[in-house]
């Protein structure tokens, strides 16, 4: 995850507007909670999430959606 991350802070660099890149970001940090059990990175996660939620143009209505449903299971998990 970390060489994946990497990546995705270099395609954010050169498209920070870029709602796939951001969430991507999101799911990588989600994962990373999950595997280390570290708060900082569900915060990110969610930080990140939202970002991509904001970036998402009107026309990208799929990328909307399973943005939205990324934050809908991460809070099902957190707060289970």
Same mark, same amino acid.
């Given at each position: @995850?970390f060489? !994946?991350?990497a990546?995705?802070?270099?395609?954010?660099e050169l $498209? @920070?507007s870029?709602?796939?890149?951001?969430w991507n970001?999101?799911?990588v &940090?989600t994962?990373?909670?999950? $595997? &280390?059990?570290? /708060? @900082?990175?569900?915060e990110?996660?969610?930080i990140?999430l /939202? $970002?991509?939620?904001?970036?998402?143009?009107e026309e990208?209505k799929? !990328?909307?959606?399973?943005i /939205?449903?990324? &934050? /809908?299971?991460m809070r099902?998990? !957190?707060?289970?």
């Amino acid at each position: @995850p970390f060489e !994946v991350m990497a990546y995705l802070e270099q395609a954010i660099e050169l $498209d @920070p507007s870029n709602a796939r890149w951001l969430w991507n970001k999101g799911l990588v &940090l989600t994962q990373l909670y999950k $595997d &280390l059990q570290q /708060e @900082p990175f569900l915060e990110n996660a969610l930080i990140t999430l /939202e $970002d991509a939620l904001a970036a998402c143009r009107e026309e990208q209505k799929s !990328v909307r959606s399973a943005i /939205e449903n990324t &934050l /809908e299971n991460m809070r099902e998990y !957190v707060f289970q």
